[in-house]
């Protein structure tokens, strides 16, 4: 299913892949020319919506359910 579908917006889905790559919250807020508290407030969402408690969590989810490689 795609992630959209599951409740995700696409640019929570491109945090998500940031992460998966590696990237630290300042980071990501860099790369999509946010804050810091942007990109945190993405990733609370991202943990309510997949029921993850933290970054790896939320990755290894959306990886099983193919949304990241």
Known sequence: MHAEKEGLT?????VLKLVAGGATDRLVAYQLHCSSATTKHHLRAIYEKLGATCRVQAV???MK???IN
Request: proline letters at 9%; glycine letters at 10%.
């Open 60 to 62: 290894v989810i959306a």
């Open 65 to 67: 359910k193919g949304w």
């Open 10 to 14: 696409p640019r929570q889905l491109e």
